[in-house]
């Protein structure tokens, strides 16, 4: 069964930083895409940043850039992301996904953490 499990979410103030970690079990994670998404109250969810099979190619909206940043460990099998310089508009429920590069869309999806950035 495959897992994804997000973790390092909570209350921050603006400014400030977070990193979540994203845990992945019972799939060959080392060959898997994987993203970060989020979705804010009221709005349709969003993909944040992706990083290729090997850790290369990172890509980010353009709403984080320069502040956000993805990597993965593919021995731990664990997906990051280091936010920085947080904003009130980065609150949000974050989620990890996993998409096999053969695939045209997410295979698996984590839970979510809330990410809210507030003074």
């Known amino acids: 069964q495959v897992q994804l499990v997000e973790s390092g979410g909570g209350l921050v103030q603006p400014g400030g930083s977070l990193r979540l970690s994203c845990a992945a079990s019972?799939?060959?994670?080392?060959?898997?895409?994987m993203s970060w998404y989020r979705q804010a109250p009221g709005k349709e969810r969003e993909l944040v940043a992706t990083?290729?099979?090997?850790?290369?190619?990172?890509d980010y909206a353009d709403s984080v850039k320069g502040r956000f940043t993805i990597s993965r460990d593919n021995t731990e099998k664990i997906v990051y992301l280091q936010m920085s310089s947080l904003k009130p508009e980065d609150t949000a429920i974050y989620y990890c996904?996993?998409?096999?590069?053969?695939?045209?869309?997410?295979?698996?999806w984590g839970q979510g953490t809330q990410v809210t950035v507030s003074s």
């Open positions: 019972g799939l060959g994670f080392s060959i898997y895409v």
């Open positions: 990083i290729a099979s090997s850790g290369g190619s990172p």
């Open positions: 996904a996993a998409q096999h590069p053969w695939k045209r869309q997410v295979n698996y």
